[in-house]
């Protein structure tokens, strides 16, 4: 197990080495000179070439890095081009909305589309099967813009049921919370389309093994075989999806900002790109890599744990 | 044993659905099964013995209908109890075990967990869970699951196939069912553990009087241990009868040529008997009996008319020739049925000619072994897979060579290191008097083949059968005229030639088989590796693989090594047999020699466990293996067997034996072989 989570460790490092190097490498390739799109079109050549070197793009690429990574170690990633805050107190102000917004939303992910899935594999061709069958299609396929616009169209601007815009202050916790719930529905909806088909497929087929069939044969109550011995098997894959809802919910909080006008690591993303604002764009990716790479893991682990098979055939993997 | 029976089955009728066709699995099935009995149910695949096993405790798939009948268990009628009630039944008045060992127990839970599942299911409210321990450690070592106390804790995979079955079994013990049926709880275990779980179901009828309905398509393990067989064809039962009786003088055409498809020892120099043609699909029988279409002794009446069960001493059988109202149809001059059975075909065995044709000496294969200095540096700690380990072995031209040994001893890599498939670890072969090394590889792949286990993963699904058949041609560039034609070469193997535009997944496992072998016999080999040429396929289709191969031995002089844990099948065919035991070869020599005087513990155990059919054969004492064959990555010091052998003594921990001579030809590798042998006689 420790070498596994040693092994892991490594790969993320590398992705993470990766991503600044892409990032990096960006500055260069997108098209806009970043002390230009910081200072407006009129700035005069030598107070572009001040504020290159300000910004340490007079420097090779490789020093570039070095420093940034220097920078990492110590906790700080760089200073804001247009304002002059530190990188690290700009994403700790925006992350506590976006996290609340993403953790809201994998919530009611999970509390809605694990019953439903329960519900509908207990009986596979019921009504609820049927009616969930098209609507997921439908959950699955519409991107998050779009379920935002219609939520915010329908239960705020429509019926007023919910304040439309902004995050509010945690000072204030209900109106807090009453500003959560459009945009994480938002983003939960896909997942009440995806995780009931998954589930009803992984639960079906647990249902067929042969160790099911066993079970009956020594009467085992029904609702211990559906609800511990298959549920528990069936939830497994579930659980390798977590990495995946993470990765989901973070991009997707992007468009639910913009959308419901909330500040966190989105907004705060897209006014960097807006300005070519390089410290902060990279910051803020960064940020981002670093949370998948971590669902990931944790999410990797936890079938580890899980399963006993898998810590087996590691054992296999890692002996050979 | 009372009369009374536990279970009565009556007029059960089965049927699947499938896209709207109706498939008749079970027709007017009738079985009684009383307290402390075994019942064996045998058939071909596809007859309906897992449909009838299954529905001894209504366990169907969902798209299984039972459309009539009756089954009375303890005075109340299954097919007519609720969801709860039934539950109730099963586990602790019936209860079942499966085929497949490792796929029985839920992977994600451990073994003492599932056995408590079971227990509680079957416990008033508010018993006491101590009592359970105590119990389930009790049936655990009973079914002999070692260190039972501990092993609760541990989850399925870390248990082999064989131990997963005695946890079922345990499970089973816990429950104390008064019937347990068990779906061919042994196919997928080896002669040894096989042994060792029959054995098990034979204590739980002797200690707890429990009734087994034990279903196989082995006719051996039936008949070691039944008590009274029923016999299945296309979702009837066709005959039953006392099991010594059914074995001794079937009645039935088809039991009769079921029995006469067996290969063993007995029936050596004869031909086996064949059932030409297939079980008649289920969606689409055909009016009268239908066994018709096989059937040897089939009159018009047999068309006409579906034959009942008709009574006879100790059974029934379903066929015309019994019923006395229409037995006139079958006698000839005033003789009876019996007595105008067709004599059994005699064929000669040729002897193989005195020169070698390949030859192994001192041949290794280890897996994983490191390469260079630093390489063994690293691996220390993990040895690598000793798969052969020092074989020495000559197979003389036109010779049939059987070898055999439990899975995990080595024998398909044998084969394939043979034939170059694999490359050898050390070790020097030497074919048709040339080392191999010396021997174009080209030369050498055409007149060497292999027969492969699964005939259907060795065929290229996307090819037809005439491009298989002629794929060795193109490979090889061999010229038009030395071609032999497709019909040809199907016609030698006993296929049609309409065979020819089918694809692999159109064939049956046997068509598929003999393709295997008529497109390794393309090239005129001189030597055939075949690899468990008769293992998944039904009893007749294995004797028609058989009498191929022996005919095709005794008209071209191939040679043959056959690979099998099917030792009937050697004692029918092969010249001389040779014993594997973790990568090394145990004991070898002349097939008539071996089982007559087995030297080595070993294969004296392999050969007394062998299941006959033969009453006479079976009076032999069985001499049980215990434990498993170790891992081949450590395999135990001095002699390999001693962990598991009743005569091991000091010396065969520390010394390992080399094979000396036991007779002419006859070699076997034990420190005390004089000894076990002058105790045995
Ligand atoms: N779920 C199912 N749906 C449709 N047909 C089925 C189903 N299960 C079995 N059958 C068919 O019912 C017949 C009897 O099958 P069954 O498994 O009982 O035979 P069997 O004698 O146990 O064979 P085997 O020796 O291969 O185990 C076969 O023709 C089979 O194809
Ligand atoms: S009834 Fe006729 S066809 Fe059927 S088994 Fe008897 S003899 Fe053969
Ligand atoms: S050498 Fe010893 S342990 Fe090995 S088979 Fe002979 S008696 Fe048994
Ligand atoms: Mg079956």
Redesign the interface.
Known sequence: MAGYLLKRLGGAVVVLFLTALLLAAAVHLVPGDPARAVLGAHATPELIAQIRAKMGLDKPVAVQLWDFFSGLLHGDLGTDFVGGVPVTTLIGEALPDTLALAVASMILAVAGGVPLGIAVARRPGGILDRLTHGLSMIFVSAPVYVTSLILLLIFAVKLRYLPAMGAGQFSDPVNYLSRLILPATALALFWWGYLPRILRATMLEVLSAPYIRSARAFGFRENVIFYRYALRNAVLPIIAIFGLMVGYSLTGTVFAETIFGRSGLGTLALSAIDQRNWPVIRGVVFTYALFFICANILADLSYRVLDPRVRLSEEFETGV | MSDKPLLDIKGLDVSYHLDGDVFAALRDIGLTVRPGEIVGVVGESGCGKSTLSASL?R?LPGNAEIDRGEAWLKGRDMLRLG?EEL??????DI????Q?PM???????RIGS?MA??WR??QARGTKFTDFRDEAVKALASVGIPDAAERMAS?P??FSGGMRQRI?IA??LL?QPSIL?ADEPTSALDVTLEAQILELLKQLREKHGTAIVYVSHDLGTVAELCDRVVVMYAGRVVEENDAVALFDNPAHPYTRALVDCVPSRTRRGEALATIPGRVPSLSALPPGCKFAQRCTMARSICGEEEPGLIPQAGGGVRCHMFDPAKAEAWLIGGRTPEAVAAPSLKVTIREPERDALIEVRDLRKHF?AAKGFVGRLLSAA?PPVRAIDGINLTIRRGEVLGLVGESGSGKTTLGEVMLRLQAATSGEITFAGKKLRQLPEKEFRRRVQMIFQDPHASLSPRQRVASLLTEPYRIHGIAAEEQQSVDALLAMVGLSADLAAKFPHQLSGGQARRVGIARALALKPDFIVADEPTAGLDVSAASAILNLMRDLQQEFGLTFLIITHNINLIAYMAHRIAVMYLGQIVEIGPTEAVFDRPAHPYSASLLSLTSQIDTQERKRARLLVPGEIPSPRNPPAGCRFHTRCTHASERCRSEAPTLETAGHGHDVACHFWRHIDQEKS
Not at chain 2, 103 to 109: E, G, I, V
């Open positions: 405790l366990l969801e539950r109730r039944l099963r586990g602790r209860a079942m075990i499966f497949d796929q029985s127990l839920n992977p994600t839970f599932q599942e079971a299911s079957h989850h995979h870390e079922s499970t089973a429950l049926v994983g993990r």
